[in-house]
């Protein structure tokens, strides 16, 4: 399963209660309902008729559980012509359409394009003639609406929508010829998820990645945040700082968080404004990442590093509190003034509105912080570690 990089609004969870415009799930048929026979691609009999695994179960419980409006778009190259009869398609089509019915997938409508490639017809995927009462209607909801498709036409369709993409990508070149993206532009801008599972396509849906973009600004600092809590651990840290940069690099390594931060800080001055204002910044955008913490974890972390040993513990519980208990004989480690690492976990317990408790012993001053960013990063990624399972808050106030 790959989550690509996407921004996925807070306010798109697929579990949304219908608030005005209703989100759609655009399904193409071949290679995502049943499976695309090899050679001809062409579904005309009994015998090829093998629908995809587990699209009863995990479809059916998209449909039941999520307001998705379920909508099937197909190109059937030739169809009505000798080559490919109607009534070759249209028995198959029905038996498909009344399975899943049956499952409680229901399609509010079905668009077939019969058109063959070489007619370059506007109503053939991925162009969107077919689908035009979807366009600048407030009933629809285009940009949390999804396209579900095996071929990277079905993704160019999601850009041409103003939707996101899921791709069951079995063979990139199929349909190479029809778009007019790259691939890496698509996955990029439009591809939320690959996967050739329906399950990881539901708690995808279930559970879309927490992203956020963050800025700060004030007169002394200008500082952007981007952060993914369910990252790869990819950073790009940018502070002036290079020993900031190091550290804040241990937490998205250490978190498994993405995270890019670029802070323009007067350091002409001195450190502390850029040090004190990315953490108040980090911490408010975790807040936003976070979004309601339902199904998160409250946890902590201990780990050694050669002669030192730090523990931290981390409760995004709502409350801001910081325990420091780590001393620095050294006035500065790097371009770092150590005064600062206790002003950067308190400026992210305020923001982040969460307990912090942190304990560090041993010698070697850079080990000691290093290991405790380290912690700090372990304990973080424990405690927004989201069990799809649970929608309960853990709290029995409620609320965090
Ligand atoms: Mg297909």
Partial sequence: MNNNNNQHSQDSTASNKINGARKILFIDRDGVLVKEPPITYQLDSFDQLVFYPNVFKYLGKIAAEFNFELVMVTNQDGLGTASFPENTFLPIQNLLVNSLKNEGIHFSDIYIDKTLPEQNAPTRKPGVAMLSKYFNNPDYDLVNSFVIGDRITDMQLAKNLGAKGIWLN????????????????????????????????????????????????????????????????NSSISTGLPFFDHMLDQLARHGNIDLAIECKGDLHIDEHHTIEDTGLALGEAMVKALGDKRGIERYGYLLPMDDCLAQVAIDFGGRNWIVWEAEFKREKIGDMPTEMFFHFFKSFSDAAKCNLNIKASGDNEHHKIESIFKAFAKAIKMAVKKDINNDSLPSTKGVL
Avoid: C
């Fill in 170 to 233: 079995t063979d990139e070149s199929k349909g190479a010829a029809e778009v007019n993206t790259t691939i890496e532009a698509l996955r990029k801008e439009v591809i939320v998820l690959e996967s050739l599972d329906w399950k990881d396509i539901y708690e995808f849906l279930k559970s879309p990645d927490r992203k956020v973009q963050h800025d700060r600004i004030t007169n002394e600092t200008k500082i952007k945040v981007n952060i993914n809590l369910d990252g790869k651990g």
